[in-house]
């Protein structure tokens, strides 16, 4: 039921940035927690960025003071500004909903991928 759409991924070289949004679907999306995921070959997925529903922030240590998670309720629609990228942020970046994990309501969507490189 949940359509989650990522887009905004791309190529760029070390230090330059990107934003990526995902448009959510089939929720009520200003009343629910979002999150940016990233997974690269290899490894698990983590846990990059969350954004609750009153607009508070938590961010994992790799990519403090670089990247901004931030909503538009009214697009439902996530963002996620990143800045200072380098090699290691490559990655495929999903969004998505942490209390719908585990559940029948869990849906991932395709990601878009994100490559840093020279």
């Known amino acids: 039921q949940v359509r989650l759409v990522e887009s905004g991924g791309g190529l760029v070289q070390p230090g330059g940035s990107l934003r990526l949004s995902c448009a959510a679907s089939?929720?009520?999306?200003?009343?629910?927690?979002m999150a940016w995921y990233r997974r690269t070959p290899g490894r698990e997925r983590e846990l990059v960025a969350e954004v609750t529903t009153a607009g508070n922030t938590n961010y994992a240590d790799f990519v403090k003071g670089r990247f901004t998670i931030s909503r538009d309720n009214a697009k439902e629609t996530v963002y996620l500004q990143m800045n200072n990228l380098n090699p290691e942020d490559t990655a495929v970046y999903y969004c998505?909903?942490?209390?719908?994990?585990?559940?029948?309501?869990?849906?991932w969507g395709q990601g878009t991928q994100v490559t840093v490189s020279s």
């Open positions: 089939g929720l009520v999306f200003r009343a629910f927690e």
């Open positions: 998505n909903v942490p209390s719908f994990r585990g559940t029948r309501l869990e849906s």
